[in-house]
């Protein structure tokens, strides 16, 4: 069967050729022909040329998501958000797990290949390799995360200094005296600054003890050996709180705790980063650290947007501030949320 064109939908709609392609691409066109052209294409079963409209365009209408672990519910509820942004625009979102990181290099210098318009990317570790990748890239790049001014891109960041803040406060104000920090691998973004703000928090807080174990991954299985090594070790009886640098961790210390027959939180407090959807449904629920996933997705998106409609304007960092959603698993029966004012910092 015979490829239906353009020229098959202006003839049954009765209209010009390119009266057919402005009602087609969203061009100046008056309502009535918008109709007679869509019903035109929808009764022939038309199927635009996107290859064609791309090179007519100079542009492919697709963004691009990149991150180091799909599966990750923060990484998700980004996902979510940026995809609600792009679609607004009238671009499809192209969805990239980038693993380790020479892959994630090895995408940024594939966007010479012209299969997207721009990318938002939150890498979980950033060499050099991968700054100058980004500071050489074809299209824009939004980076959700940190990397230095050398890169030239727009940036969103999360304040993990100031979440860790919140929850050892938190922690503190509840009677809790000895903390121990669970945290995932340092040498990525989110083990570093979460590690360098529960030193900061702890220093300033009298009469506090604390010991830090680290795990080699950001997920339950992880956060439940870490928490065994902390539970039956030497600090055994020794700690009664845990920081986990994540929810997945946090998830993972819940389950050894249980399994252990401690009771949460009477016996040990337990608390989570990123306030997924994990963290409020579990039993009892995570007392966790609200980044604003969603908020720095939003942001990331309309940025990249931005970034294409006026190349030549000035960088934007945009700081989102964090919460604290407090739940059982460090306040025996709490159901309630103590909140930061939600504010962003701009600077161009």
Known sequence: MARVTIIDVAKRAGVSVASTSRALNGLVASAETIEKVRAAAA??????????RSLKLGRTQQLAYAVADIGNPVYVEMMSAIERVVAASDYRLVISSTG??????????????????????????????????????????????????????DTVRADSGRGMELVVDHLVGEGRRRLAFLNGPVDTTPGRFRQDGFRRAVADAAGV??????????????????????LEGKVAGEIDAIVAANDLIGIGALHAADDLGLRIPEDIAITGVDDTELAQVSRPGLTSVDLGAA???????????????????????VTVAPSLRVRGSSVLGAIRSVTLASEREASA
């Open 43 to 52: 009764e022939l079963g038309y199927a635009a040329d996107v290859t064609a």
């Open 100 to 153: 380790d990181v020479q892959a994630t290099v090895d995408l940024v210098h594939s966007l010479g290949r012209g299969f997207v318009d721009g990318m938002v990317i939150s890498p979980l570790r950033v060499t050099d390799e991968l700054v100058a990748a980004i500071a050489q890239a074809p299209v824009p790049v939004v980076v959700l995360g940190r990397v230095p001014e050398s890169a030239g891109v």
């Open 209 to 230: 003890s604390t010991v830090e174990v680290g795990v080699d991954d950001f997920t339950i299985a992880e956060g439940y050996r870490g928490a065994l090594e902390l």
């Open 295 to 317: 908020e720095r997705g939003r942001v990331a998106a309309e940025l990249l947007i931005a970034r294409l409609a006026e190349p030549e304007r000035p960088l934007h960092t």
